[in-house]
């Protein structure tokens, strides 16, 4: 009797086995689509907000395309001034263009996370589409913003590993060029963009978060009273030498005005005079994102060491 059953037993248990592994096959392909669904609470200035844990389509509405890009995370549309950013040219061949009121091409779009600066319009119906995220532009310094940036990626480990890493190298060519043109040489960094001109203090981008801030390199006392706190000031080509330092980082733009440029009053300005003007291309320099830095990096580190 036993040697009848027997086939019958190993009969059940071969099918038993079969449905097991069936519905391990079954879990196995639903285990992605589950992980697609799962997000993860990120502190924004507004409040905790529900994101991906792993976005796959992100917008971008204003300056932050290179942090997320830095990351590895997918970007499927982006605002005009990272379309047209030279830095960014390869990234965003295929990327298309949006602003804050393309609404219905945001929707086509199909994103799964929005971030922006804090002055967008439109916030309520874009969070109606997708998780979106705003922040203050100057709220927490550069670095930080990149950290938040991971946060809300859920990339935080690779964001602190970069800062790291960039932090170590920027301070160390600081002591470099300091030991080079002197503790007390001063260094303004200008902008001539359309008829306009800037000078900048020590957080708007346009290399003066490494020169200032990781470098430790000094701004003229004129630079200080009037742009440090607002990040900014317009000036009239004649009144550049009283802000111009002992070095002068002067962000062009293409299409900018530079008769200045030909005038005596420039033309004898000591940095001038001395070969210490050293010019950066405008188009992408007002970005502060981990790729731009690196670029501005080794811009600066080549113009003052020449390496």
Known sequence: MKKLLL???????????ACGTDTTKEENTAAPKEKESETIT????NG???????PQRVILLSGFTGNVISLGVNVVGVDVW??????????????????????????????????????????DKLSEIAPTVTYTWGKVDYLTQHIEIGKLLNKEKEA???????????????????????????????ESYGKDLYVFG???????????????????????????SSGYFTLSAEVIPEYAGDYVILS????????????????????????????MNGEGAS?????????????????FLGN
């Not at 086939?7 to 086995?17: E, T, V, Y």
């Not at 733009?253 to 210490?276: C, G, L, W």
């Not at 690196?294 to 811009?299: D, G, N, T």
């Open 160 to 190: 602190q590993a970069w800062v790291d890493n960039f932090k170590k190298e920027a301070e160390s060519a600081g002591e470099e060029i300091r030991a080079k043109i002197g503790e007390d040489a001063t260094v303004s960094v200008m």
């Open 82 to 123: 990272s379309k047209n950013n030279p830095t960014f040219e390869k990234e965003m061949k295929d990327v298309a263009e949006v602003s804050d009121e393309d609404l219905e091409k945001i929707i086509e779009l199909e994103p799964d996370l929005i971030i922006g600066l804090s002055n967008i319009k439109n916030v």
């Open 252 to 279: 062009k733009y293409s299409d900018a005005d530079t008769s200045f440029q030909e005038t005596e009053t420039y033309k004898n300005i000591p940095a001038v005079k001395n070969n210490r003007v050293f010019e």
């Open 48 to 54: 905790p907000i529900e994101v991906p844990a792993d």
């Open 202 to 228: 020590s957080n708007w981008a346009r290399g003066t978060e490494i020169l200032y801030q990781a470098m430790k390199l000094k701004m003229p006392e004129k630079v200080k009273e009037v742009a440090e």
């Open 7 to 17: 086939p019958f037993i190993l009969l059940a248990a071969l099918i038993i086995s």
């Open 42 to 45: 990120y502190q924004s200035e």
């Open 287 to 303: 970005f502060s994102d981990p790729i731009t830095l690196e670029k501005q990096l080794e811009f600066i580190k080549k113009s």
